[in-house]
Every structure is written in C-alpha cells, then in structure tokens.
C-alpha cells in the first residue's frame, strides 16, 4: 500500500536531539506513513539512537526506509536523496534537531485531499525567539492568495525553510527541477521551485511545526537568523 505521506529526515551527528524528533514523528496519528532517514556518515551515536527508539513503535519498525551514505555528502544531497526515495503520495522533510505535532500529517493531509492541493503550509514555532510565526500571513481573515505565496516566496518575505510544507512527491519530479548541490540555504532554492511548480496551494492555520536554533548547524554558524528571515 503506498503510504500517503513521506517524512524525510536527514541527520548527521544528530544523536543529543535525534530521539525527540523520532518521537514525534513515530507518534503521528495519521497510520499511512513512511519514514526515510538518510543517515550522511554519522560518526555519533546517531544509528543506535533510531535503533532503540524504532524498537518502541512496533507499529512503526517497517515503515522506516534508512538510507546510509558511503561518503559525506552534506544536507543538500541528503535532502534530495531522502525527497526522490520517498514513495509516499505526499512528502514533508524534517530536519533532525526539530520536532513536530503529532496531528501534522494527518491535518496536512486532510486540506491537501480537501483541496486538491500540490502544496500545503503550516504555522512554525521558532523556539529559541518564544514566538508563534505562521509561514505567510498571520491573520487567518486575509486571503489566502496563491501568487502572492509564490512573490513572498521570490523576495524571502515568508519562511523558506523546506520543513513547513507537505507537497505531492509529483511536484519534485518534474523535468525542470533542478537539485542545488551547495550546503547552505539549499531550502530556498527547492521550496521556491515547489511554489511554482504546485498548481493548488493551501494552508493549515495550526503551528504544527517546532524549528529549534541549534548553533553548530551551518544556516546558524554563517548567521542564525538567515533561514528565519522576516
């Protein structure tokens, strides 16, 4: 049965905050789900960390996909390998050291079915700031405009981070999209392109997303606020 979402986590090193993430995404109360997690030769405990927490979601054991690289190749070629082997009719990447609510698949599955959607966004928490930031607009009584997504998207008005979004696995294979091979704000240049690409964009008003500063991540060791820039 094919799953109906895809959640791609990439982690290097990612042992001290791996398990939280897990957790949240094991504990989805949507059934139909895959878990790809591209493991980019972690040198921690990282791989033991996904064995014994796996171990507690019997459930769940089956639907990991675990793709390990020989070599490191870095976030953007661990996001494209996580993004192309998922074979979920949706697809929402996560990074390692963030977590998520629980109802996130299932609610951003359902507005997807409901509105025929390529593309669905949530609402973000950004931890560290202690403040609740919805992707594109904060008032859920303005409208919803789909080229408007599209022009904030291009001027880096709205949260470009990938890990927000559902999007149908379709979108990302299409002939014309082009996959960054630079390690920093790789985001930006895949989420711009499945703006465009998406014929149907909806939002869910919920924050279903937890994004944590770590500082030994690369956004934050060049500059810790580019990938939440307002």
Same mark, same amino acid.
């Given at each position: 049965?094919?799953?109906?979402?895809?959640?791609?986590?990439?982690?290097?090193?990612?042992?001290?905050?791996?398990?939280?993430?897990?957790?949240?995404?094991?504990?989805?109360?949507?059934?139909?789900?895959?878990? $790809? @997690?591209?493991? /980019?030769?972690?040198? /921690?405990?990282? #791989?033991?960390?996904?064995?014994?927490?796996?171990?507690?979601?019997? &459930?769940?054991?089956?639907?990991?996909?675990? +793709?390990? &690289?020989?070599?490191?190749?870095?976030?953007?070629?661990?996001?494209?390998?996580?993004?192309?082997?998922?074979?979920?009719?949706?697809? %929402?990447? %996560?990074?390692?050291?963030?977590?998520?609510?629980?109802?996130?698949?299932?609610?951003?599955?359902?507005?997807?079915?409901?509105?025929? !959607?390529?593309?669905?966004?949530?609402?973000?928490?950004?931890?560290?700031?202690?403040?609740?930031?919805?992707?594109?607009?904060? *008032?859920?009584?303005?409208?919803? $405009?789909? *080229?408007? $997504?599209? &022009?904030?998207?291009?001027?880096?008005?709205?949260?470009?981070?990938?890990?927000?979004?559902?999007?149908?696995?379709?979108? #990302?294979?299409? /002939?014309?999209?082009?996959?960054? /091979?630079?390690?920093? !704000?790789?985001?930006?240049? #895949?989420? #711009?392109? %499945?703006? +465009?690409?998406?014929?149907? @964009?909806?939002?869910?008003?919920?924050?279903?997303?937890?994004?944590?500063?770590?500082?030994?991540? @690369?956004?934050?060791? %060049?500059?810790?606020?580019? +990938?939440?820039?307002?």
């Amino acid at each position: 049965m094919t799953p109906k979402v895809s959640f791609s986590v990439s982690m290097y090193n990612s042992a001290p905050y791996l398990e939280r993430c897990l957790r949240s995404l094991f504990e989805q109360t949507l059934e139909e789900l895959e878990f $790809v @997690i591209v493991d /980019d030769c972690s040198t /921690d405990d990282s #791989i033991g960390v996904l064995t014994r927490v796996a171990e507690e979601y019997p &459930h769940r054991k089956d639907q990991v996909k675990l +793709i390990r &690289h020989e070599v490191n190749q870095g976030s953007a070629a661990s996001k494209r390998d996580g993004m192309l082997a998922a074979s979920g009719e949706y697809l %929402i990447v %996560i990074d390692s050291d963030d977590y998520v609510d629980k109802r996130m698949a299932q609610m951003m599955y359902d507005k997807a079915c409901a509105c025929d !959607a390529d593309l669905v966004v949530c609402g973000v928490y950004c931890e560290r700031a202690h403040s609740a930031v919805l992707a594109w607009v904060s *008032d859920p009584e303005d409208p919803f $405009v789909e *080229d408007k $997504v599209r &022009h904030d998207m291009l001027c880096r008005n709205v949260v470009p981070g990938l890990w927000c979004r559902l999007v149908r696995k379709s979108v #990302i294979l299409n /002939d014309s999209f082009v996959w960054p /091979d630079h390690n920093f !704000a790789e985001d930006v240049v #895949i989420s #711009i392109q %499945i703006a +465009i690409y998406a014929r149907r @964009i909806a939002r869910v008003e919920s924050v279903l997303y937890y994004y944590c500063f770590n500082s030994s991540s @690369i956004c934050n060791t %060049i500059g810790e606020m580019a +990938i939440m820039r307002r």
